[in-house]
């Protein structure tokens, strides 16, 4: 995508960009948490919490056949679908923003639910930032990896902020294993944009074109609906770890 249509440009943009900061996210907190979740931040999270010091398998009541790692859940819509629709798959589930924190536990727990009732076997939470588990996590311990309408960070001086970012894509290849996926998803023309940049300069992901319509097994969520609503066309990438 260089200006030139040779892909030179493309490429330099992508290996000028600075690395990653120490945190990639912005506020943790919106709008002024209600007595229910605050008593779900600290009576439920913990019980779900993963515990990135034991082996991932260890974490889930029953071993999994595969675990599955979502990067910014948002409102949870995913995690939650995901979670009910593949009760054998162990999904590990990270977001920093306690509103969308909340809204996940809402889900797992209901108004009128005691905060310590039985949780879902198959799903752990994480709530620091993403990267710190990914450089945790051992090699090729994970099956399906998901990033769902992250923050675009459009303007170019933030660029360093996205996650998919050049530095990063050794680690997400580490942690996958051969021929697992990752999807992408994005309704930002910058950020669809950068994304396509950065996957067409490395080789580490096998990367076919995306797709404009959801694809079958993708559940929708708040922000692709949003996006819709608005007259954006999202795109939706699988890429594959190759090897």
């Known amino acids: 995508m260089g200006e030139d249509g040779s892909g030179a440009a493309a490429e330099g943009r992508v290996r000028a960009v600075k690395p990653p900061p120490d945190r ?60 009910l629709a593949n009760p054998s798959v162990g999904l590990i589930a990270c977001e920093v923003f306690e509103n969308g924190l909340c809204s996940l536990l809402s889900r797992l727990v209901p108004d009128g639910a005691e905060a310590t009732a039985p949780l879902p076997g198959n799903l752990r939470l994480w709530d620091d930032d993403a990267r710190t588990l990914i450089r945790a996590l051992p ?55 950068w994304v396509t940049e950065v996957l067409a300069n490395q080789t580490l992901f096998t990367v076919p074109a995306p797709a404009t319509t959801r694809p079958d097994g993708w559940p929708p969520t708040r922000y692709e609906a949003k996006a819709l609503k608005a007259g954006r066309t999202p795109l939706y990438w699988e890429v594959t770890k190759a090897g």
């Open 24 to 83: 990639l996210y912005g506020r943790q907190r919106g709008q002024t948490l209600r007595a229910r979740q605050r008593l779900l931040l600290t009576e439920t999270l913990p019980r779900l919490r993963f515990d990135h010091a034991a082996t991932p398998a260890a974490a889930f009541a029953d071993p999994p056949s595969q675990i599955w790692l979502e990067v910014g859940f948002g409102g949870g819509e995913h995690s939650y679908a995901q979670m």
């Open 139 to 193: 090699d090729t311990c994970i099956d399906r990896l998901f990033l769902l309408f992250p923050d675009p960070w459009p303007k170019a001086r933030h660029a360093k902020r996205r996650f998919v970012h050049p530095a990063l894509l050794p680690d997400l290849a580490r942690i996958l294993r051969p021929g697992g996926r990752w999807r992408i998803a994005s309704d930002d023309p910058t950020y669809q944009a």
